[in-house]
Antibody, heavy 122, light 113 residues
Framework: EVQLVESGGGLVQPGGSLRLSCAAS????????MHWVRQAPGKGLVWVSR????????TYADSVKGRFTISRDNAKNTLYLQMSSLRAEDTAVYYC???????????????WGQGTMVAVSS | DIVMTQSPDSLAVSLGERATINCKSS????????????LAWYQQKPGQPPKLLIY???TRESGVPDRFSGSGSGTDFTLTISSLQAEDVAVYYC?????????FGQGTKLEIK
């Protein structure tokens, strides 16, 4: 079964850091671009970041650029999001998602994890 | 950046009736080299992650009921549910993946009248 499972969320103080993980299984993880998408409580979907199949190319939303770092370990089939200088407005459920087509740079997201909640509050 | 705007923000439709959701992009998402529109539709039910329904503007994802259809080209797109079922209550999002960032629309909440 193709699956993505996020972990690492929690409550953190403003200015703090957190690392999210997304464990992939059931497919050749190293062949796909991967993404992080977040959703603030009661709000819509917001794309956060993406990384290419071998980890050499990354892109970020302006709202997180310079604070968040996306990475992957293809040997461990795991995607990461290192978040620092966290703000209240970063509070959201964070989803990892997979591009539908192998090695595609522009594609729909066909597999999503269940999400992990990040709350930034003092 | 290509901004996506959906209409309406919310919609109430009777069971068995047609539901139509519109999505407009600020720039064309049609790529002439492969004759495809880089537009997807997602369904999100409460407490669940989004689910891909439609990609390339009109191609149904495997397992998606054929009452869901997508249409449009360039900058104007439509998701149609031909005969609304109770399980279709959800928020629906369009997304362009023509360029980065792959923005989503703000969502349309679909309810039963």
């Amino acid at each position: 079964e193709v699956q993505l499972v996020e972990s690492g969320g929690g409550l953190v103080q403003p200015g703090g850091s957190l690392r999210l993980s997304c464990a992939a299984s059931g497919f050749t993880f190293s062949s796909y671009w991967m993404h992080w998408v977040r959703q603030a409580p009661g709000k819509g979907l917001v794309w956060v970041s993406r990384i290419d199949a071998d980890g050499s190319t990354t892109t970020y939303a302006d709202s997180v650029k310079g604070r968040f770092t996306i990475s992957r370990d293809n040997a461990k089939n795991t995607l990461y999001l290192q978040m620092s200088s966290l703000r209240a407005e970063d509070t959201a459920v964070y989803y990892c998602a997979r591009d539908k087509i192998v090695s595609a740079a522009h594609d729909a997201f066909d597999v999503w994890g269940q999400g992990t909640m990040v709350a930034v509050s003092s | 950046d290509i901004v996506m705007t959906q209409s309406p923000d919310s919609l109430a439709v009777s069971l068995g009736e047609r539901a139509t959701i519109n999505c407009k992009s600020s720039q064309s998402v049609f790529y002439s080299s492969n004759n495809e529109n880089y537009l997807a539709w997602y369904q999100q039910k409460p407490g669940q992650p989004p689910k891909l329904l439609i990609y390339w503007a009109s191609t149904r994802e495997s397992g998606v009921p054929d009452r869901f259809s997508g249409s449009g080209s360039g900058t104007d797109f439509t998701l149609t549910i031909s005969s609304l079922q109770a399980e279709d209550v959800a928020v629906y999002y369009c997304q362009q993946y023509y360029s980065s960032p792959p923005f989503f629309g703000q969502g349309t909440k679909l309810e039963i009248k």
